[in-house]
């Protein structure tokens, strides 16, 4: 079922989360990688977010249930083997391929960058390949084609006040609290000759990275990310009668805004990272930096090999396999967490993190 209203509403609140953490703190969230070091390489980068994503599943269970991920425990008798063998590959392409769709699709594209825009045709190529070879279309339980769409918007109806208070609140909060809170806190630790991994820095490291995850995470469940239905519905538009639109809203409503932002605030080139001269023979230098850090922490290489695009295809395959990716598979395991269970959420992770170490330590 087409979810217009919904979707556009959780691409704000995912909008707000990538732009603020990127303006404030200088780094891009991507699942990936993110998933990967907080196991191998934990820092407060990862462990932030993640507790964000993890406060954000059990707020939607409790406040948003209708848009919470399901919960379907794993059997001995139905154990749902694809899901590992999605992680897997999710896993190891991703990691061949330096990123996934919130790495490539929500931040390279929002940068402009070509390595991201060839990895993300690569990625959804493979992915509509694989869902015509699967012969995995949606088909609506009650026969209603995926295009058409609730035209009382009911799952908005039945939310509206809270959702609009989320993104109302939530561009408030990235765009004019949280930096003056940020702001304050270490005007005040300057004052104070203490190092740079001061207890005030690392308690602002802390809370932007919560509340960027909490927002992302709630709309990735708001917009229908974490529903495997709509990702091969959104998947099979060569198939009119199980095409779901839906999430065509994220890259009208999250990429869209961002490209114009950080078309202002980023550097644009590896040596513009590092200082941006002045025009007109001024001698004075402007340096484009975010917001709570000394400089950006971005990557310029456009290098495509053939493992980067091996990389991105392998995704592509075990994303639709599953109709899961890193950030909804890790909302959909903090969910069954919460639940007390192990389901699909929690073996993809667990496929996940084997076939990144793979492919980084036995692959190569």
């Known amino acids: 079922m087409f979810t217009p209203l919904e979707s556009s509403l959780g691409a704000l609140l995912i909008q707000a989360a990538t ?10 969230i991507g699942f990936s990688s993110i998933l990967y070091n907080s196991v191998f390489k934990p820092s407060v980068h990862s462990a932030s977010i993640l507790l964000g994503l993890f406060i954000s599943s059990g707020f939607v269970n409790k406040f948003l249930p209708s848009f919470s991920p399901a919960v379907v425990p ?42 991201s825009f060839v990895a993300t045709c690569t990625f959804f190529l493979t992915a509509v390949i694989t869902t015509v070879l699967m012969g995995s279309f949606r088909v609506d339980p009650r026969g209603v084609p995926s295009y058409e769409y609730d035209h009382s918007f009911t799952g908005f109806k039945e939310n509206m006040m809270l959702l609009l208070a989320l993104v109302v609140l939530g561009q408030l909060w990235s765009y004019i609290v949280l930096p003056r809170i940020g702001l304050w806190l270490k005007h005040k630790n300057d004052k104070v000759p203490t190092t740079r991994t001061s207890l005030a820095d690392n308690f602002v490291r802390w809370i932007t990275g919560i509340s960027s995850g909490f927002l992302f995470g709630t709309g990735l469940c708001v ?55 002045a025009k007109d023979g001024d001698a004075t230098v402007t340096v484009k930096k975010p917001l709570f850090e000394s400089e950006y922490d971005l990557n310029f290489s456009e290098e495509t090999s053939l493992q980067f695009l091996l990389g991105n295809a392998v995704f592509g395959v075990g994303w639709a396999l599953a109709g899961v990716c890193p950030g909804p598979g890790i909302v959909t395991m903090f969910t069954e967490i919460n639940a007390f269970t192990v389901g699909r959420g929690v073996l993809f992770v667990a496929g996940f993190l084997g076939g990144s170490f793979l492919q980084k330590h036995v692959l190569l």
């Not at 699709?105 to 402009?112: D, F, Q, T």
């Not at 519905?233 to 065509?248: K, M």
Request: proline fraction near 6%; glycine fraction near 10%.
């Open 74 to 115: 794993a059997t001995i008798s139905t154990f749902p083997t694809s899901y590992l063998v999605a992680g897997l590959l999710v896993g190891a392409g991703t990691s061949a391929g330096c990123g996934c769709t919130s790495g490539h699709m929500l931040i390279g594209l929002s940068r402009l960058r070509w390595r």
């Open 223 to 277: 917009a229908g990310m974490t529903d495997t239905s709509k990702i091969i519905g959104f998947l099979s538009f060569w198939r009119p009668a199980s095409f779901d639109p839906s999430l065509a809203m994220i890259p009208l409503f999250c990429i869209a805004p961002n490209i114009l932002l950080w078309k202002k605030w980023l550097p644009q080139t590896k040596a513009e990272a590092i200082f941006t001269a």
């Open 19 to 28: 732009s603020s953490y990127m303006h404030l703190e200088g780094k891009s």
